[in-house]
C-alpha cells in the first residue's frame, strides 16, 4: 500500500510517501520537509510529483492520501486540502484528514504529564490543545499563555511541544510545574501522518468529500464582515 501524507499547516512544508505492508508498516518511506515561508501554492504539486518520480510511483499508484486539517494556517490548510482533494478526485483516492495537534502529540504521547502543542496564530495567540493521560483534555483551542496556564492547574509536569513551543513557553509564566520545552521544532510530522491517518482509514474509512478545513479561529475576512453588519446593525437600528 502505498500512502502520501501532507502537512500545510505552518510555514514548513512536509510530506512522507510510504509503503507499507500487513507485516511492516513503514516497509519504505521517504520524508521531505521545506520551510518555503508559507509559498504552499507553488511548491506543493512539483513536490509531491517529484517525491512520486524519485520512487518510481505515478499518482495513480497512491493508495491512501492524508494530510492535515488544522488548526494552523487559514491559507496553508486550504492548499494542502483543496490539493489532496483535487488528486483524490482525479485518481479516485482515498482522502483522510487529521488533526494538526492529534498528529503533533502522537509523537509525545508517552509523557507522564500534560501535552501541550504550540502553533504561532499570530496576535500573541496560539493555537494549543491539552493532552494527558493518552487522550484529549481539551478540545483545539486558539489562546493565549495565561487562559492555557489555567487548565494546567494540577499538573506537576508539563511538557509544551511543536514548532513554535519555546516562544509558547515564554507566555506559560503563571503555571505553578515542572515547565519542559521540546527544542526540536522540525519533529517529523508527516511521518506520523502516514500512520495515525492509515489507522483512521482502516477504522472510520474516508473523508467525506465536503469535508473541509477545521478552523478554530474566524478569518479576518469574517470578522471584518461581522464588525461591518454590526455596524450596520447600530446605524439601522
Keep these: 500500500m502505498n500512502i502520501l501524507s501532507v502537512d500545510t ?82 485518481a479516485g483516492i482515498p482522502l483522510v484528514s487529521v488533526s494538526t495537534m492529534d498528529a503533533i502529540y502522537e509523537g509525545f504521547s508517552f509523557f507522564d504529564g500534560a501535552v501541550v502543542p504550540a502553533i504561532d496564530a499570530r496576535k500573541n ?55 519542559i520545552v521540546d527544542g526540536n521544532p522540525s519533529a517529523n510530522l508527516a511521518l506520523i501522518l502516514v500512520r495515525i491517518g492509515l489507522e483512521k482509514f482502516r477504522t472510520v474509512g474516508a473523508d467525506d468529500i465536503g469535508t473541509g478545513p477545521a478552523y478554530v479561529r474566524k478569518s479576518d475576512a469574517e470578522i471584518a464582515l461581522q464588525e461591518k453588519i454590526r455596524k450596520s446593525e447600530e446605524v439601522h437600528g
Design 125 to 179: 495567540r496560539f493555537y494549543s490543545a491539552v493532552f494527558a493521560e493518552g487522550k484529549r483534555q481539551t478540545p483545539d483551542l486558539d489562546c493565549a499563555g495565561e487562559e492555557l496556564a489555567k487548565l494546567l492547574e494540577g499538573y506537576e509536569r508539563t511538557l509544551v511541544i511543536g514548532p513554535d513551543a519555546k516562544a509558547f513557553a515564554r507566555q506559560l509564566g503563571t503555571y505553578r510545574g515542572k515547565l
Design 9 to 90: 499547516s505552518t510555514e514548513a512544508l512536509g510530506l512522507c510517501l510510504a509503503q507499507s505492508t500487513e507485516e511492516n508498516l513503514f516497509s519504505r518511506f521517504e520524508t521531505r520537509t521545506l520551510v518555503n515561508g508559507s509559498q504552499h501554492s507553488e511548491k506543493l504539486i512539483p513536490e509531491i510529483l517529484e517525491l512520486c518520480e524519485r520512487n518510481k510511483l505515478r499518482l495513480q499508484d497512491i493508495d491512501l492520501l492524508v494530510c492535515t486539517n488544522g488548526p494552523g494556517s487559514f491559507t496553508g490548510l486550504r492548499i494542502g486540502m483543496s490539493s489532496c482533494k483535487g488528486i483524490a478526485l482525479a
